[in-house]
């Protein structure tokens, strides 16, 4: 089974950038689709993006379409995301996680080997 382990969270000012980055163990992470969702407090989890296995195809929560990115580097086992135009209703702990279910899905139990999460802050 794969582990996830998620980085590059912080707090940065409305507007700023960050980029989170998910380290995958183990020899199989290109043959799995994967993605990012995030939770803030007192709310559920909800769909960041998605990528399939190759990289050659993505898609998006509404909220993030044209400020965020989602890529991967199979020869480094990561998955990234690239958050521009940082608002305050961004802020969350940020999960990357392996698609178990169909591609397209946005809910989570169509996720699974959750990362432990990096918190990202944005100031007003």
């Known amino acids: 089974q794969v582990q996830l382990v998620e980085s590059g969270g912080g707090l940065v000012q409305a507007g700023g950038s960050l980029r989170l980055s998910c380290a995958a163990s183990g020899r199989t992470f290109s043959s799995y689709n994967m993605g990012w969702f995030s939770q803030a407090p007192g709310k559920e989890r909800e769909f960041v993006a998605a990528i399939r296995r190759s990289g050659s195809m993505t898609y998006y929560a509404d909220s993030v379409k044209g400020r965020f990115a989602i890529s991967r580097d199979n020869a480094k086992n990561t998955v990234y995301l690239q958050m521009n135009s940082l608002k305050p209703e961004d802020t969350a702990v940020y999960y990357c996680?392996?698609?178990?279910?169909?591609?397209?899905?946005?809910?989570?139990?169509?996720?699974?080997?959750w990362g432990q999460g990096t918190q990202v802050t944005v100031s007003s």
């Open positions: 996680a392996v698609m178990n279910g169909r591609w397209g899905s946005q809910l989570d139990v169509d996720f699974g080997s």
